[in-house]
């Protein structure tokens, strides 16, 4: 069973930075390097909504309301993803979640929350 656990979330004052993992437990390398990995967040109140992906080639897709302020990458050898957050501003206060899909398959983390707020 693929588990995955986020961690490196906190609070920070607006317009810092802040870097979240993402880490698989359960499965090898070579199996991590073919799935699909995303990060979405839910803010309170909200829906769960799409933050960036990244696909097993590496091809990344972000929501206009974090292109060019968040980075997502994975190190398939360490079967963890990350997310580095730059200009952060109080509406990215949220829990964000990592996803793991391959086929039918999809798998969650349990959440780090990330509060900006001065």
């Known amino acids: 069973q693929v588990q995955l656990v986020e961690s490196g979330g906190g609070l920070v004052q607006p317009g810092g930075s802040l870097r979240i993992s993402c880490a698989a437990s359960?499965?090898?390398?070579?199996?991590?390097?073919?799935?699909?990995m995303g990060w979405y967040r839910q803010a309170p109140g909200k829906e769960r909504e799409l933050v960036a992906t990244?696909?097993?080639?590496?091809?990344?897709n972000y929501a206009d309301s974090v292109k060019g302020r968040f980075t997502i990458s994975r190190d398939n050898a360490k079967v963890t993803m990350y997310l580095q957050m730059n200009s952060l501003k109080p509406e990215d206060t949220a829990v964000y979640y990592c996803?793991?899909?391959?086929?039918?398959?999809?798998?969650w983390g349990q959440g780090t929350q990330v509060t900006v707020s001065s």
């Open positions: 996803n793991a899909a391959l086929g039918s398959r999809r798998y």
């Open positions: 990244i696909r097993r080639g590496g091809d990344t």
């Open positions: 359960g499965i090898i390398s070579t199996i991590y390097s073919a799935y699909d």
